[in-house]
C-alpha cells in the first residue's frame, strides 16, 4: 500500500508564498517522476510542475519564475515552493508520483489534495 500524504496548504495574501510537501510512504521500489497538479473551480486539471527521478523539471507558463519544484530522494518526498502567489493560484493541489513497489508495477499514485487560496 503506496500513500501520499500532502502538507502545507492554505490561505495566504497576494504575493505570498507558501511551501507544498508530499511524502510518500510505502512498499516503494523506486520512484520516476514526481509532480504537482491542480484544479480550481470552472477550469481544467493541470500540470503545475514535475520533476524526474535525475531532477529535471517542467512547469506550465503561468508558474515559471514564480514555482520551484524539488525533491529528497532519500525521503521519497517532493516540495513545491510558491512565491508572488496570485488569486489565479486557487485551486487543490495535488501530488502525484510515477512510482513501482515490491508488489506491482509501475503506476501512477495520487495524494488526497490540499487546498491553496490567494486571497485579501
Known amino acids: 500500500q503506496v500513500q501520499l500524504v500532502e502538507s502545507g496548504g492554505g490561505l495566504v495574501q497576494p504575493g505570498g508564498s507558501l511551501r507544498l510537501s508530499c511524502a510518500a510512504s510505502g512498499s516503494i521500489f523506486k520512484i520516476y517522476a514526481m509532480g504537482w497538479y491542480r484544479h480550481a473551480p470552472g477550469k481544467q486539471f493541470e500540470l503545475v510542475a514535475g520533476?524526474?527521478?535525475?531532477?529535471?523539471?517542467n512547469y506550465t507558463d503561468s508558474v515559471k519564475g514564480r514555482f520551484t519544484i524539488t525533491r529528497d530522494n532519500a525521503k521519497n518526498t517532493v516540495y513545491l515552493q510558491m512565491n508572488s502567489l496570485k488569486a489565479e493560484d486557487t485551486a487543490v493541489y495535488y501530488c502525484?508520483?510515477?512510482?513501482?513497489?515490491?508488489?506491482?508495477?509501475?503506476?501512477?499514485?495520487w495524494g488526497q489534495g490540499t487546498q491553496v487560496t490567494v486571497s485579501s
Open positions: 520533476i524526474t527521478s535525475g531532477g529535471t523539471t
Open positions: 502525484n508520483a510515477d512510482l513501482t513497489t515490491a508488489y506491482s508495477t509501475r503506476s501512477d499514485y
